[in-house]
Every structure is written in C-alpha cells, then in structure tokens.
Nanobody, 123 residues
Framework: QVQLSESGGGLVQAGGSLRLSCAAS???????MGWYRQAPGKQRELVAR??????????NYADSVKGRFTISRDNGKNTVYLQMNSLKPEDTAVYYC???????????????WGQGTQVTVSS
C-alpha cells in the first residue's frame, strides 16, 4: 500500500525558514516527487518538482519561489525535502507532496498526493 508521510509545516514569521519532508513508501519505483500548494480561494499550484533521470535529477520551481526554496531528494529513503527560506506571508498555504511512481503491482500512479501540511507565515 502506497503512503506519503509529510512533516515540517508550522507557523513562522516573515523572513524565517521551514523545511518540509515527505517520505514515500509502497512504491516499486519513483519517477518524480514534488510539492504543490493551495492557498484559500486559490487553485493548487506547483511549487517545486524533482525528477530522476538516467543522468541525474532535474528540478523546476515556480517563479515565485526561485532563489528562496530548494527541493532535494534522498533516493535511498524515498524522501523529498523542501527547504523554504526568506518566507513571505504570500507563501501561506497548505503544501501537498506529490509523487509520480509505480507501485508493487506495477501500476503507474501518475499523481499520488499526500494529506497536506499547513504553512503559515505571519507578517
């Protein structure tokens, strides 16, 4: 059974930092892991995503977080991290972990979501 376990959200003042973690279990293989966020009244949006290619990983970021957020991945632990620095009030949202992988029944799970973790940045 696949499962995503997220942690690291919380309340922080503007300019502060938080680190989110998402541990995936039950996957035979993982192609990509990422973080999305959804603020009240807004659509869910990509924050950062990291893939595993044959020659190494590649990352992409939303323009709004470039230079402040860093996504990384520990393949041995099937865990993805999101280091968030210089946080702004507009970063306040529920952050969701997302995985594109294959389970042990060899079924492709293109968009598997975690439960979400709240990040609140006070001004």
């Amino acid at each position: 059974q696949v499962q995503l376990s997220e942690s690291g959200g919380g309340l922080v003042q503007a300019g502060g930092s938080l680190r989110l973690s998402c541990a995936a279990s039950g996957f035979f293989s993982i192609n990509a892991m990422g973080w999305y966020r959804q603020a009240p009244g807004k659509q869910r949006e990509l924050v950062a995503r990291i893939t595993s290619g044959g020659t190494g990983s590649s990352t992409n970021y939303a323009d709004s977080v470039k230079g402040r957020f860093t996504i990384s991945r520990d393949n041995g632990k099937n865990t993805v991290y999101l280091q968030m620095n210089s946080l702004k009030p507009e970063d306040t949202a529920v952050y969701y972990c997302n995985v594109d992988g294959v389970n042990f029944r060899f079924v492709r799970l293109l968009d598997y979501w975690g439960q979400g973790t709240q990040v609140t940045v006070s001004s």
